[in-house]
């Protein structure tokens, strides 16, 4: 299987790199630390993985669009687009260069790559596209604004490229992740919730992928509080917001 990776040298993007790595799979990884990225390869090719990495920042569309073309010349069976940054927590209005560059990684650089992936995967009539979203998406904090809305936005992208590309035999699945244990999340001083070891945290998305789970949150009971919050009147909304939120934008 031939599986693309994108922000692939740290966090969620490097153990999935390695849990995927095995002689029955070629791998290629994306991210923008050449010496990082290079380390995970190497962990790769050791399992017996085929490994090529591409040295890229999500955040040049041009080249990004680029990389998709060339991707787009051979069979794509799997591409989890994992590559995301945080602002972290903060009480303040987000500045607009942090907004918008946070936009571009999260959520426009994810079409700037699938834009000339897509017709290819139409052309051979298969392949899998997983995002990697997350819980913050269903309920926004008001210290995570910028973060949750990008979020957010990938859900309903998600959603509507399912449905567009399920007649071509393409599976696109979403993965809704809560607090995984990785340096995005080590920026945090609060107490996280339901907090997962990355280890953990690769194995349910592994495991939702293989049984093609086009909508995955977790952990489930983070899930079903965040739902029952979400079906309260508005008034005690707000309080839970409130209480949940203490302290962290300090």
């Known amino acids: 299987m031939r599986i693309i990776i994108t922000g692939a040298s740290s966090g969620l993007g490097k153990h999935l790199a390695i849990a995927y790595a095995s002689s029955n799979n070629e791998l290629v990884l994306l991210a923008r630390r050449q010496e990082k990225l290079e380390e995970v390869a190497l962990e790769c090719r050791l399992k017996g993985a085929k490994v090529d990495t591409i040295v890229s920042d999500v955040n040049d569309f041009e080249l990004i669009q680029t990389i998709g073309t060339q991707l787009a010349q051979t069979q794509i ?74 979020k957010r936005a990938l859900n309903a992208y998600a959603e509507g490229l399912r449905y567009q590309l399920k007649p071509y035999g393409i599976e696109v699945m979403n993965i809704l992740p809560g607090f995984i244990d990785s340096e995005m999340t080590q920026k945090n001083h609060f107490k996280m919730p339901f907090l997962l070891s990355t280890d953990v945290g690769v194995q349910r998305i592994q495991k939702a992928i293989a049984k093609k789970k086009y909508f995955y949150p977790f952990p489930l009971r983070f899930y079903l509080m965040i739902r029952v919050a979400l079906l309260l009147p508005q008034f005690l909304s707000d309080r839970i917001v409130n209480y949940a939120n203490f302290k962290k934008g300090e």
């Open 77 to 150: 069976d799997r591409i989890i687009l994992n590559a995301g940054i945080s602002l972290g927590h903060s009480a303040g209005v987000t500045l607009f260069e942090d907004f918008h560059r946070l936009f571009k990684t999260n959520f426009l650089s994810i079409h700037a790559l699938l834009e000339p992936i897509i017709p290819k995967m139409i052309a051979q009539k298969s392949g899998e596209i997983i995002f990697i979203s997350s819980l913050a998406s269903l309920m926004s904090m008001p210290t995570s604004v910028s973060y949750s809305s990008s």
